[in-house]
């Protein structure tokens, strides 16, 4: 499938792959020149006083490990031996201290920087160009490289609390990051499943707070948990020395420990760090927000900054993360401690509060000669001096504070988070949601709304990758490529340089690297993308696309028949079942994966419906129409476009059934996932009308309940032709829960009239 893939774009493009390596982020300038360098194991590398020592050794180590051999050092060569050279550019210039130049000639192969670390990019650009197969010599195309980076932050986020990753996978990960031309890893170590870096100072952290006694199994909301106790740690050696292998590669490490919330760990092993320390704890065993937080105690502010100490002195970064978000405040509130606080310190309330706890952090961490950076969440109740924010909720929090002159890493979670779905078609467990391949590379860091001035402040983007339901490196690799490849792009090229037509040309050759690295990738961006879309007729079709060239769509009509049609329009479905579809090539050789999808119909599918509030943009599907659409979500995929939200409104949905019939039952299909402020209806009711005017209410019970799918139904065995569904929201979280205080969210899917 793969050659098929690379053999297609060449034709389609014209393009010979051998020709025109798939260097990716794609060059500031490449000229090609006619002739090729001819590469061998007898090929030199000319090196001066050991100038490029690192460089070369990853050079080398790349050789050995990807083809048998390294080549020879040497301080000097004869005239007709080819070889590998370094130059220097004036440091006096202003080329960036990043760029670098390559030049591939006929005799030589020459790389010329400022710094090391220009060079060491040039190395990565040098790799790109090797073909990828053991065929010696290596013949490679002359040409002509400029190049320098678009942002100075680069940046791949890994959690490791929630799932721990050995350090031969956190060395690879890095070797990731440096051959994507990346510089900044942000290494999420402590969380409310983990604490994951040894303290000396406190060795609970990582005894008791390492471990958790069992781990959800499913998805988030499923309740149902793996009986198996997890741990897992980095001693303080480990870390050390991926810090080490990080510096080689020109990697910044970004350590986060979280702070005030997301703290259940540490809380566990020191109870004295809760409000409520008498209480019970353990280390959380699910997902999402817990209110036992942090207090702000003596005894808190110290144990933070002696953790803080250890960890400065183990990371040479100059940003230390402390998290800040996602804090619930009704620990505080109810804390009479908190409160004295609050008092004391003359705040207004409890952000102000986390203002202060954030502020006093900073002070400490300045005091030791670092800066903090945190979540967008540390802007409520006003921004600690010197910190830089990390911008995850959307790009608003990363314009306010690069308007108060902070310095900002984008990192929105629409499309950077590359723990949500390649495709909508989930194929594995996934947090949900959809980002896709073609969105990571039209993102922008730098937003319209900031003006030019303001725009300095933006040093760059990172993507997350948050672990919950991958548990080995071979999922997060899936995950992050292709998505890693373009998001590399949009911070290193320039934007006026990116082309979507180049990248998608050269994904073919990036899907044969990650073979050649032994990794694996999702290949969904040529899965057949299906859709159900409403007709010109209000009739529920089932569009289809691929982008796989000149090949051809198939569908299997329905389960009851087993014939096959071309596909040339958007088939209506009629009738229920299960639809099939895959892709061919011109031979009919069947080269994608087959998708299925389940319609329910029954008498409101595809007919007309109005709803009196619209959904929230977030969760908005397609309208009403999602509610009449036959498809029904069996999985309770809270991130599912199934469903549509509303936050603080109702859901009131008019539906014409065409003509006065027999309504035997009515039915809704809602949700409730309490941990996600998904609440179920505070109540539901049904009218009939045979007039559009006149509605009368018919009784309504809850019929089924499990697995946070709850339905709603009535049976009032009557004629009509309108239908009224009216879902109240829930309202305010209560106390106790996770968002308590929030306004509760509604989800709904699927509207039944039988």
Sequence with gaps: MKFILSLALAVIFNVSLAQMPAITPMPVKVNYKPGFFLLSSSTKILSYDNHHKIEIKFLNDYLQSHYGFRLPVNA????????????????????????????????????????????????????????????????????????????????????????????????????????????NFHWHLTDDQGWRIEIKKYPLLTQVGGCRNQTLAGRYGSDKYDSTKYCGYYTQD?????????????????????????????????????????????????????????????????????????VIELFP???????????????????????SVIKEKKLKDEHELQSYFIQRIEKFVNSKGRKIIGWDEILEGGLAPNAAVMSWRGEKGGIEAAKQKHYVVMSPEKPLYFDHSQTRNEDSL??????????????????????????????????????????????????????MSALSEVLWSPSSQKNWASFEQRLPGLMKRYEWWNSSYS???YDLQPAVVQGPNNEITWKLQTRFPGAKIIYVKDSTTNSSYPYKNPVVIDRPGYYGATVTD???????????????????????ITLTTAPNASYAGQGGFSLID???????????????????????????????QQVDEIILHAFEQQGSWIYRPSSVSFFTSNDGINYTEVKTGISKTGDKNIIYACKPAITARFIKVLAKNYGKIPSGMPGAGANSWLFADEIEVK
């Design 76 to 183: 000097k060569v004869n005239k007709n031996e080819n070889y590998i050279s370094f130059s220097s550019i004036k440091s006096e210039s202003n080329y960036p201290d990043e760029g670098y130049g390559l030049n591939i000639n006929k005799n030589n192969i020459d790389i010329s920087s400022k710094t090391n670390m220009g060079a060491f990019y040039g190395i990565q650009s040098l790799i790109q160009v090797l073909p990828m197969e053991k065929k010696f010599p290596f013949k490679l195309p002359l040409l002509a490289i400029k190049d320098y980076p678009a942002f100075s932050y680069r940046g791949m986020h890994l959690d490791v609390s929630r799932h721990f990753f050995p350090v031969s996978y956190i060395k690879k990960y890095i070797d990731y990051l440096a051959m994507h031309k990346m510089n």
């Design 238 to 310: 480990q870390i050390k020395e991926v810090v080490k292998y990080a510096a080689e590669r020109y990697i910044n490490i970004i350590p986060e420990i979280e702070m005030p919330g997301h703290a259940l760990a540490a809380i566990t092993a020191y109870p004295q760090l809760s409000c409520y320390p008498d209480s019970a704890k353990k280390v959380a065993e699910t997902w999402g927000v817990f209110e036992d937080i942090m207090c702000p105690t003596d005894f808190t502010f110290n144990f933070l900054e002696n953790v803080l100490s250890e």
């Design 317 to 339: 970064s100059t940003y230390i993360h402390i998290g800040g978000d996602e804090a619930p405040k009704e620990a505080w509130k109810n804390s009479d401690f908190a409160q």
């Design 430 to 483: 996934t947090r949900g949601n959809y980002n896709s391949l073609e969105d990571v590379y039209a993102y922008n860091p730098l937003p319209a709304a900031l003006s030019a001035n303001d725009r300095k402040y933006v040093m760059g983007a990172q993507a997350n990758v948050w672990a919950e339901y991958f548990d080995n490196g071979y999922k997060i690799d899936y995950m992050i490529f292709p998505r």
């Design 523 to 525: 290949t969904a961006f």
């Design 586 to 608: 011109n031979n009919h050789k069947i080269i994608g994966k087959w998708t299925n999808q389940l319609f329910e119909l029954n008498k409101a599918s595809g007919k007309k």
């Design 630 to 660: 036959g498809v029904q979500n069996k999985l309770g995929m809270v991130k599912s476009t199934q469903f549509i939200g509303f936050v603080a409104k109702d859901l009131e949905a008019f539906i014409d059934l065409e003509k006065v």
